[in-house]
């Protein structure tokens, strides 16, 4: 037992000697009953003794003390009543958060509201709690209120993300739009309020403030599925200039940036993307596609020359060693021997692969015409025109000037 229980068991043991105990007057005398007869669990005594303290010196404390003292034998109900009427006469925060720790035991959200209004002044976290139980009770006008207060006063996400909630709950889609648009427009904010952000905008609609959001998000996070959804939305948009500046950016997909270059005639840039693409995922296909670019971007500057083709040539037979089997490619390489009479019979071999994989494609037919019209094979380049009218009316213009070649062929 501790000294002072010792000395309290003491005092109230020399009362009982002398036949009755003494009536004690100083503080420290009562403190000491208080605590002995809290020891021995005696509760009922003990606040007796805690109350005298309190009517004696008025210290706060020792009315705690009676409270939770009082808890042990009085109904929690009876004690929420005492402290109520001791506060009508006394602003104590501790009073109120021993009152409120007892709603809270009780359940009781009104009760609890009421506490929190008293502590709330001038305190942001109390408020934050009150807006809070606001909101848990529907009282949602109250809890915006506060929430508007609070941002108002520091602008920051804890604050904002309650006035979000309470304008969401009530269908204010828009208004919750504008309100972080603006915020993430002004103020410093967490990722969460850009995800946040394009969880409630229309983004297509709002197309040019969701690339905002996610270029933000990205640039916070370097998460690539951010870059995924910018792409989306530039591709939406038709905005292939700036998607073209993100994908060189972030390399995030260098074979869409290759098929964007290409259809924008960027073929120098397509060209240089070509290596990087097969070191990287060692696809003889690339190789295929430098041997286009090699003849395609020679012929944008009338420059094809042994050289070129020669170059064309080792390309495409290394990817086509290494594993391509690809009619384009295969028609692609054969119809340009053909046509710079490189090695025609060579060509006509390669499209007769291509046509091998698709039969009635009238590009690797036409090929195969001009083929033999080449090795003045009249009739057979005549038939496999015969074969190309029959799949359809000839409109574009290098078979109508092979047909009409053809035509007025004779061996």
């Known amino acids: 037992m501790k000294i002072k229980y010792i000395i309290a068991a003491l005092i109230l043991a020399a009362g009982a000697i002398y036949g009755a ?37 008025n210290n706060e404390k020792y009315l705690i003390e009676y409270f939770n003292s009082s808890l042990a034998f009085k109904d929690i109900k009876e004690v929420i009543a005492e402290i109520k009427e001791v506060l009508k006469t006394r602003n104590s925060k501790e009073l109120y958060e021993l009152l409120g720790s007892l709603y809270t035991q009780e359940g009781d959200t009104d009760g609890i509201i009421e506490v929190m209004k008293n502590l709330s002044d001038g305190d942001d976290e109390s408020s934050y709690d009150l807006a809070y139980l606001y909101a848990l009770k529907g009282k949602n006008k109250e809890a915006l209120e506060i929430y508007k207060k609070l941002y108002n006063k520091h602008h920051n996400w804890k604050s904002l993300k309650g006035i979000l909630s309470i304008l969401v709950k009530e269908k204010k889609v828009k208004e919750a739009s504008r309100i972080l648009w603006e915020a993430i427009n002004r103020y410093k904010m967490p990722k969460e309020a850009y995800l946040v952000y394009v969880g409630i905008i229309d983004l297509e609609k709002e197309s040019d403030k969701a690339v905002f959001a996610f270029k933000k998000l990205y640039e916070m996070t370097k998460d690539p599925n951010y870059i995924k959804q910018l792409i989306s939305l530039y591709i939406y948009r038709k905005d292939y200039p700036n998607l073209i500046k993100l994908l ?45 670019l090699t003849y395609e971007i020679a012929k944008k500057y009338n420059a094809v020359d042994e050289r070129t083709l020669n170059e064309m040539s080792r390309l495409f037979k290394e990817a086509f060693k290494k594993g391509v089997k690809n009619a384009t490619y295969y028609n692609y390489y054969g ?68 047909d009409r070649a053809i035509s007025r062929c004779k061996e």
């Open 335 to 402: 119809y340009t021997l053909i046509d710079y009479d490189k090695n025609i019979q060579e060509g006509i071999d390669y499209v007769l692969k291509a046509l091998k994989l698709e039969p009635k494609n009238v590009y690797y037919l036409d090929s195969l015409a001009w083929g033999y019209y080449k090795l003045g094979k009249c009739q057979e380049a005549k038939t496999v025109m015969k074969q190309i009218k029959k799949l359809g009316k000839i409109k574009e213009d290098e078979i109508i000037k092979h």
């Open 21 to 57: 105990e003494q009536n004690s007057t100083t503080e420290d005398e009562l403190i000491l009953k208080a605590l002995y007869y809290s020891d021995q669990n005696n509760l009922k005594e003990a606040a007796k003794y805690w109350k005298k303290l309190f009517e004696l010196t």
């Open 248 to 292: 060189e950016k972030t390399e995030y997909d260098n074979k869409l940036l290759y098929e964007l270059y290409l259809d924008k005639k960027r073929l120098a840039d397509a060209y240089k993307l070509l290596d990087n693409l097969y070191k990287k995922t060692k696809e003889p296909k690339w190789l295929a596609e430098k041997a286009v």
